[in-house]
Structure formats: structure tokens, C-alpha cells
């Protein structure tokens, strides 16, 4: 059955002059004439049997209609691109395998372990994209996705991964020649927040015993990345999640001056739509992943003071 799509060719004059709002400046980037520009896009509007652009003396404008569909035919364009410059790449082995991470997670901890998934798979590429937030699978081009959270997403199959403790962390410089001290001593130093969590350190100052701690003073930072650079920089003392500093406390560069851990209620989980379920390429990604964080839950759990001793020894 023939399909009812038009000609890419008048696609992207649409796209192009939709982004532009003029047929002119379209015909300057996709080097034609005015006049063939104009051309496709009333062959376009004739094959669809609506206007696309309003014109108005010698200015186009969008119709509302038009707004919709430049939309609709871009994100069309783009995954175009996107799978004809993959399939080029790949010469048809192998995969492409699109990921949504969670920046600083992404940065921390997947990054420094897919040099062992590259050597397992030479023939799978895998594109990150940072995502913070939940989304729809079926409003983009996302194969699977890193979420910390609640094990909830509509339509997607979650698989825990790991949960998190939050230990605190300084330079060695601010504590003046000392490795740990109590919790006491600690409410004294300038205290570091990540913006998302303002209430973490009142509830680390519970499990260290000290409930009626006022921890809501000191310098707050959207990205739990800023925070490890203040650490560093002997700005103040940051909470954060373990496994995101674990080199910085094994060169030296910060320490853990309080044993005391708070676990976060919330975790991390693979997620992915129920409809990829048989994609080869992301089972084999899906299996490396459970792999790699049971490797790390069960070094968390025969080691759990491994960061603070480390700590300990500077």
C-alpha cells in the first residue's frame, strides 16, 4: 500500500523556512532559488489541502496549522539523520543504543565502568543524553534511561540498580591536620547544599544524633557536581552520595570527617519501554548493567566502611 507522505525534498523547504519565518533566507541555506522554495511549499500545502503560512504583503508567518506541523517534521527530520548517520557508521553491524543519564551519575559512576562494555560489544554505540526528569518514552527517541527515584514510570519496566548514602566530605585543609571529627565540630564548619536536597543535612544530623542541629545555613549549588568542586576548594564541608566521590577520597583531595551515613530513601533504576523489551542490543546493555551494579552493591555490602577508612587513613 502506498503510504501518504510527501517528498522529504518538500519537507525540509518546509522545515527550513519554518525555522527561518522566510522563504528567502530558506533558499540562502539550501541553496536554490527563491522562487523553487516557493515552489515546494505550494506543492506541500496543495498535497496536504491546507495552508501552512500565512502571507501578508511580501512577510510569511506561520498559520497555526503550519506551527503544529514544522514541529511535527523537524523531530521526523532530525531521527531521519539521526538513524541514516548511524546506519553510515555502522555499515548495518551492531547497534545504536540511546540513553537518557542522570548528569552527574552519568559522569561519576556509568562513564569510568563503559570502557569494559566497549570491550565486551565493539559493535554497540551508546549515545547519552543528560535527563533529569521522568519523560515519555514514546515522545522520544530513547532506548532506556537512568532514573533515581521511586520505581514508577507509565509504560516503561523498572530494575533497581542500587540505593544511595550520603557521607560528608572537606578538604583536608579545612579541618587543620585532623581526619575525623564529631559531628559537634562539624556544625561548626560552613555547611554545602545540593539545591534539590535542602533537608539532607538535617537528617544526616539525626542519624549522627544531633536532631536540633539548625543545618539549613551556607552556600547552596544546583549540581551535586559544583558541590564536589566547593568541597575542593575548602569552601565548606558537602553531603554526597558516596560513589560520586570516590576518586577525590582515594587521591587525597577530600576526606570523610564523620563516619555517620544517611540512606536515601529513593534509588537508582534502569528503565525501559516494555515495547524494546527484544531489542538485542539493549538486553546485552541491560545484563552489563545488572552486572556492573551488583559488582558495586555487593562491595558496598562487604566493605561498608571502606570510604570512611580510607578517609581515615590520609
Known sequence: MRRKIPGTDLLIAFETSARHQSFTRAAEELCLTQSAVCRQIAALEDYLGI?????????????????????????????????????????????????????????????????????????????????????????????AAIHFGDPVWPGAITEYLFGEEMVPVCSPALLDGATQIDPEQLETLPLLHQSARPGAWREWFEVAGRPNVNAMGGSRYELFSLLVEAARAGLGVALMPRFFVLSEIASGELLIPSPYVL???????????????????????????????????????????EVENAAASQ
Open 263 to 305: 540512606h536515601n530513601q529513593r534509588s537508582y533504576y534502569l528503565v525501559y519501554p516494555q515495547n524494546k523489551v527484544g531489542s538485542p542490543s539493549l538486553q546485552v546493555f541491560c545484563q552489563w548493567l545488572r552486572d556492573q551494579a551488583s559488582a558495586y552493591r555487593q562491595e558496598i555490602e562487604q566493605n561498608p566502611g
Open 51 to 143: 495552508l501552512l503560512f500565512n502571507r501578508v504583503k511580501k512577510r510569511v508567518t506561520l498559520s497555526e496549522a503550519g506551527l503544529l506541523y514544522a514541529k511535527q517534521v523537524r523531530e521526523y527530520l532530525k531521527q531521519m539523520e539521526h538513524d541514516t548517520l548511524s546506519l553510515m557508521a555502522h555499515r548495518g553491524a551492531g547497534g545504536v543504543l540511546e540513553l537518557a543519564v542522570i548528569p552527574t551519575f552519568a559522569a561519576r559512576w556509568l562513564i569510568p565502568r563503559l570502557a569494559d562494555f566497549h570491550a565486551q560489544n565493539p559493535a554497540i554505540t551508546l549515545d547519552l543524553t543528560t535527563r533529569a526528569e521522568p519523560f515519555m518514552f514514546t515522545d522520544t527517541p530513547f532506548d
